[in-house]
Structure formats: C-alpha cells, structure tokens
C-alpha cells in the first residue's frame, strides 16, 4: 500500500514516533503560530483552525510535498485544558482530570498543492483514576506534564494515572493515524 511521504508541520517527537510506528516517510517542518484561542471558539473549531494555519504555513514553506499539521487539546466539563503555563496551572489541570472522563480533541489538516485543504477531528474519552495530593505533586514535579495539553502524557509517565480510554489512542498521544491515512486517500482520490 502506498503512503506518500509527507512533510509534519510539528516539532513534536511524539507525533514523529506515530509515523515511523506507522511506517510512514516524512520529513518535519516546525512552524510557529499564534496558539491564542479566540473569544468564545469552541474546542473543535479551534483545534482544526490550528491544524489548518500550521500546515498551511509550512505549505507556504515547503518543497512541494503533502504537508500534515496537527494540534490537540483536552475538554473536560467545557473547559478547554491547552499546556499548562507553570506547575501551579498544571496541578489545577489534575484536579480537574481527577477520577473523572475527559475528551482529548485532535485538529487534523492536510494541504497539497493539488487538491482542496481537507481538514477534520478526532475524539477520544479517557479516565483518570483517582489521584491523591501527593501523586499530582510527584507528577507535577516530573515535569511531564509542562509541554503537554491537558498537563499529562498517557505514553508517559501519566500512564499509570488513565483508567480507561474510549477511542483512538494515538489520537490522545497527538496524531489520530487513521484520520491522517483517510484524509490523504481522500485527497489523491479526488486528485485523480
């Protein structure tokens, strides 16, 4: 089966990590854009916006290959958890999270040069177990949880926190594989 090599608008290792699991060839082209969510953008629109804007700026700047770019995000009781902006804002995303389900919501795009921008979502629920005080400090202290949406890494240290998970798990890691797969076999479909 033929996967066209791509180009990952993203610095992230762990997206890096889903292609290679996959087998796919990329190449990757970080890019930085204004991250702010805008007033009252709801979880969806926002992480397909911000799919959209990174892999049309690394389109903008690349060799021509079909460009992927990403972005996730967590939910939980309508409250949009991004990457924490210190330990503090941290600790308060795992007391949200504690012992309860949650929505981790991942933006895909891909721009080629051929056809429409094809942009969509994926979903997955996953439950936190029930943390104590001194769990969250540990974690916190771990300094996991710094870089990460939702303040936890469920390939990660965070794994011996998630209880269940309903879903696509590389979505939660960062790259719904499969949504990526159908939205390129979509895109050569209608380039044919």
């Known amino acids: 089966m033929y996967l066209p090599k791509i180009i990952l608008a ?7 990590e889903i292609l290679r699991t996959a087998g796919w060839q990329f190449e990757t082209l970080a890019v930085h854009i204004d991250e702010t969510r805008h007033q009252d953008e709801e979880a969806v629109s926002y992480v397909k916006r911000l799919a959209r804007e990174k892999a049309e700026t690394a389109a903008g700047r690349s060799t021509g290959l079909t ?21 503090d804002d941290a600790e308060r995303m795992l007391r949200l999270l504690n012992g309860r389900w949650h929505k981790v919501l991942t933006g895909v795009a891909v721009v080629d040069r051929k056809n429409p921008t ?31 949406a939702g ?42």
């Open 10 to 16: 993203s610095a992230s290792p762990r997206r890096a």
């Open 67 to 87: 460009v992927v770019g990403a972005d996730t995000t967590v939910v939980v009781e309508e409250q949009i958890l991004e990457k924490p902006i210190d330990s």
């Open 118 to 148: 094809r942009v969509d979502y994926q979903a997955t629920e996953v439950k936190f177990a029930a943390m104590n005080d001194d769990d969250i400090s540990w974690y916190v202290a771990s300094e996991e949880p710094m870089d990460k």
């Open 151 to 192: 303040a936890y890494a469920i390939q990660g240290l965070g794994a011996r926190f998630i209880e269940g998970i309903r879903g696509d798990y590389f979505n939660v890691v960062g790259l719904p594989i499969r949504l990526v797969y159908e939205l390129l076999h979509s895109a050569q479909a209608d380039g044919e």
